[in-house]
């Protein structure tokens, strides 16, 4: 079984403020571990992943998020909030069985402010 | 490469109709699936094909069918709408059946009134 918490449904930084997007997982075996950034009116593309190499996982955009196994955890962090990061994020935790379906969080809507 | 494509991008449906929604994937891909997704509810999962000739239920299939019609295509049909079918579809397909990571289409609006 697997699951994903994120926690936080609106998170808001002044442009230029560290970003910081929180996601925990829960699974029976090694999870498999992604964040996606949905633009309003697209679909979602990927931003990141870990799978099971690097626990410093670096992605597009200048995101990058951690695995943290003691903690469950797969934070999202961008040093510098740009205006063009505000968007909903979604983190998604799979499983190499079950057909490696991946099961989604419901959402985090970053906005920047000026 | 197109990627994911998705038609229509908007439909309006009275209670009752039926419609089916359509996508498809240039990518080779051979796994594929069907997300709703409403406010505050991320992605739900509604239907998946694992690879070509088979489908899955997720996990909200109660109203809806799907048809693997090839490796690239993947349909979605509302035999008979609700007004609590009204969301925004997403299809996805991946490589495979590893946890590789999904690609999606731009989505369709569904409003039934």
């Known amino acids: 079984a697997q699951s994903v918490t994120q926690l936080g449904s609106h998170v808001s930084v002044s442009e230029g403020a560290l970003v910081l997007l929180r996601c925990n997982y829960s699974?029976?075996?090694?999870?498999?571990l992604f964040w996606y950034v949905q633009y309003p009116n697209q679909g979602l593309q990927l931003l990141l992943k870990?799978?099971?190499?690097?626990?410093l996982v670096k992605g597009i955009n200048g995101f990058e998020a951690e695995f943290k196994k003691s903690e469950t955890s797969f934070h999202l962090t961008k040093p510098s909030a740009h205006m063009s990061d505000a968007a909903e994020y979604f983190c998604?935790?799979?499983?190499?069985?079950?057909?490696?379906?991946?099961?989604f969080g419901d959402g985090t809507t970053l906005t920047v402010k000026p | 490469n197109a990627g994911v494509t998705q038609t229509p991008k908007f439909q309006v449906l009275k209670t009752g109709q039926s419609m089916t929604l359509q996508c498809a994937q240039d990518?080779?891909?051979?796994?594929m699936y069907w997300y709703r997704q409403d406010p505050g509810m991320g992605l739900r999962l509604i239907y998946y094909?694992?690879?070509?000739?088979?489908?899955d239920k997720g996990e909200v299939p109660n109203g809806y069918n799907v048809s693997r019609l090839n490796k690239r295509e993947f349909s979605l049909r509302l035999e008979s709408a609700a007004p609590s079918q009204t969301s925004v579809y997403f299809c996805?397909?991946?490589?495979?059946?590893?946890?590789?990571?999904?690609?999606f289409g731009p989505g369709t609006r569904l409003t039934v009134t």
């Open positions: 996805a397909s991946k490589k495979g059946t590893a946890p590789y990571e999904q690609y």
């Open positions: 699974s029976s075996v090694p999870p498999y």
């Open positions: 870990y799978t099971s190499a690097a626990t």
């Open positions: 998604a935790v799979s499983l190499n069985t079950n057909a490696g379906k991946s099961t």
């Open positions: 990518m080779n891909h051979n796994s």
């Open positions: 094909s694992a690879s070509e000739g088979t489908t």
